[in-house]
């Protein structure tokens, strides 16, 4: 993080210890600011996400899993060992051809951690939060996701009470694949709603 006069007092009591954590461990030489931005990267985009990706390939896999996710999302994902603070009650939405779902928490940044990991920093900032509400398909697009225009996209506002995990569409061509080989499909951005599954053979 560089020099940019972030003023402490923004910051919720939380959020400014770990700064000043953060500010005495680099200061005496102990952790590099570089370091810890790696590992929240790592949060943010694979460790964290990876879990979701897994409740997702196996909805795709296992029709049966698919019904008790859609029914009970918080005992099915706890099934797969995925419990924790800010995943105690789920909710999936399944996207389908005629309806494409979005997630956002317009007061703060609730985000479903046992399954996503940290969320992004977009997720937290003000823009994301009143516009996914008020322009969904335009901030879509300026996540390079245009939809067919005859797809409705329904907004799912998270609050502390109640995340959400948006289960995208399983890619076409896809029906080979083993759930791990699936899970790959699955990227952070999907399960939020800004961005689709990975087609088949495009993944990296
Ligand atoms: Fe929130």
Request: one cysteine or more; proline letters at 6%; aromatic letters at 6%.
């Amino acid at each position: 993080m560089g020099h940019d006069h972030e003023h402490d007092n923004h910051l919720d009591p939380m959020a400014a210890r770990v700064k000043a954590l953060e500010t005495i461990l680099v200061e005496k030489g102990l952790v590099e600011a570089a370091a810890i931005d790696a590992i929240i990267e790592t949060y943010e985009n694979k460790v964290g996400p990876r879990n979701g990706a897994r409740v997702v390939a196996k909805a795709w896999s296992d029709p049966d899993f698919a019904a008790w996710l859609a029914n009970d999302a918080t005992a099915a994902i706890a099934s797969l060992g995925f419990t924790g603070r800010q995943g105690e009650h789920m909710r999936a939405v399944f996207n389908t051809p005629e309806q494409h779902h979005l997630v956002v928490c317009t007061l703060c940044s609730c985000y479903p951690w046992s399954v996503l990991g940290l969320p992004p920093v977009w997720y937290k900032s003000p823009p994301y939060r009143s516009r996914a509400v008020i322009d969904p398909r335009g901030v879509l697009a300026e996540f390079g996701l245009e939809l067919p225009a005859d797809t409705q996209i329904r907004v799912w506002d998270s609050t502390a009470e109640l995340r959400y995990l948006v289960v995208p569409m399983r890619p076409a061509g896809t029906g080979h694949l083993e759930e791990e080989a699936l899970a790959d499909l699955v990227t952070r951005d999907s399960m939020i709603g800004t961005g689709l599954a990975i087609a088949a053979g495009e993944a990296a």
